[in-house]
T-cell receptor
């Protein structure tokens, strides 16, 4: 059974640009959550999608957005990148809201 | 790695000893708790979970204890091995919120 797949694994962007990250959940999992991990703030919740609907959102500015497709794959987008957006972005999938399985993450570096 | 620079509590144990990692959670309404292990360059790996209607759950070499009275969670690892070296996070889910709130993490190092 394939795990959670995140692409790309690494990304370098310039301030002011935008970026789109992708997450393919475990087959059959309909809930996808996104987290940001930084050395200073640890792991912080960004948002969660279920059946193409955003159910929960964390305390991040509107530059951070996401969506989920009918096949449960999810994307997150960050517009007008800032240096502080450099982080490991993690996606987790689950079936009934238990047993969240994480992907390996996308490491975003903003220069 | 993502945990470099973060001043994490550190636990050092001898190989073969038992490890106990502690976590204080924040919300008395949390209904579900998970322990994760994160190795450098990897995403968090699920270890074990427990619901709020339980106070103990055992897995292979691991046990999670939940004390709701003092909002405390612990992870016990039996016969610690070198491969157990990692950062361990506890996470709580606020009832119905469908989001996890993570603790700061504890770095476990194994001495040969």
């Amino acid at each position: 059974k394939a795990g959670v797949t995140q692409t790309p694994r690494y990304l370098i962007k310039t301030r002011g640009q935008q970026v789109t990250l992708s997450c393919s959940p475990i087959s059959g999992h309909r809930s996808v959550s996104w987290y940001q991990q930084t050395p200073g703030q640890g792991l912080q919740f960004l948002f969660e999608y279920f059946s193409e609907t955003q159910r929960n959102k964390g305390n991040f500015p509107g530059r951070f957005s996401g969506r989920q497709f009918s096949n449960s794959r999810s994307e997150m987008n960050v517009s007008t990148l800032e240096l502080g957006d450099s982080a490991l972005y993690l996606c987790a999938s689950s079936t009934t809201g238990d047993g969240y399985t994480f992907g390996s993450g996308t490491r975003l570096t903003v220069v | 790695g993502e945990n470099v620079g973060l001043h994490l509590p550190t636990l050092s144990v001898q190989e073969g000893d038992n490890s106990i990692i502690n976590c204080a959670y924040s919300n008395s309404a949390s209904d579900y708790f998970i322990w994760y292990k994160q190795e450098s360059g990897k995403g968090p790996q699920f270890i074990i979970d427990i619901r709020s209607n339980m106070d103990k759950r055992q897995g292979q070499r691991v046990t999670v204890l939940l004390n709701k009275t003092v909002k405390h969670l612990s992870l016990q690892i039996a016969a610690t091995q070198p491969g157990d070296s990692a950062v361990y996070f506890c996470a709580e889910r606020f009832g119905g919120a469908q989001k996890l709130v993570f603790g700061q993490g504890t770095r476990l190092t194994i001495n040969p």
